[in-house]
């Protein structure tokens, strides 16, 4: 299986932040990367798919990216509706596997 | 506009089988595959396995031995049959469309949830 881990587990930031999370693979997997975000009690939703390309109807202050196994989400100005958990997931090769999150507090 | 329903009993016994059914509105099954994916209590996401439009199913090895998954074109619903359930089991059940192909795909719609917990 392809194991995905995430920095930092947690972070503290602020309205307006710009706030980076890194996913990383244990192997090669192209572009084939995944963003979601998910709010308490409420279902994952996809913001981001193919590492770079938004999903329809999600602000363009989300972005991706990658570096080698290496990917990035990037919240470009943190607003309050952007406190979650967010998770990446890998669509390279079954079994899909996804991170273990990254929780964005308030400060 | 796509809709996921995940429905089915809340507890169930240890040792006996979970059965949950994804109804799905506005969408017709046999266009896209089909996913479930459960969430233990304040822990992150598994997922589980799918199925195809054709009903060919692929299976996260982890749970291979004790998952069925089926497709029911006619109802235009999906199932998951998980069975000698133990505590371990008790998570949010969620259903969800997989769009795409080839590894470039993605859980687009997904449903609310489903909480199962495994109690006698």
């Known amino acids: 299986d392809i194991q995905m881990t995430q920095s930092p587990s947690s972070l503290s930031a602020s309205v307006g932040d710009r706030v980076t999370i890194t996913c990383r693979a244990s192997q090669s997997i192209g572009r084939y990367l995944n963003w979601y975000q998910q709010k308490p009690g409420k279902a994952p939703n996809l913001l981001i798919y193919a590492t770079s390309i938004l999903q329809s109807g999600v602000p363009s202050r989300f972005s991706g990216s990658e570096s080698g196994t290496d990917f990035t989400l990037t919240i470009s100005s943190l607003q309050p509706e952007d406190f979650a958990t967010y998770y990446c997931?890998?669509?390279?090769?079954?079994?899909?596997?996804f991170g273990p999150g990254t929780k964005v507090h308030i400060k | 506009q796509v809709q996921l329903q995940e429905s089915g009993p809340g507890l169930v016994k240890p040792s006996e089988t979970l059965s949950l059914t994804c109804t799905v509105s506005g969408g017709s099954v046999t266009s896209y595959y089909w996913s479930w994916i459960r969430q233990p209590p304040g822990r992150g996401l598994e997922w589980i396995g799918l199925v195809y439009n054709n009903g060919n199913t692929n299976y996260n090895p982890s749970l291979k031995s004790r998952v069925t998954i089926s497709v029911d074109t006619s109802k235009n619903q999906f199932s998951l049959k998980l069975s000698s359930v133990t505590a371990a089991d008790t998570a949010v059940y969620y259903c969800a469309r997989r769009k795409g192909n080839g590894g470039d795909d993605y859980f687009d719609y997904w449903g609310q949830g489903t909480l199962v917990t495994v109690s006698s």
């Open positions: 997931q890998q669509s390279y090769s079954t079994p899909f596997t």
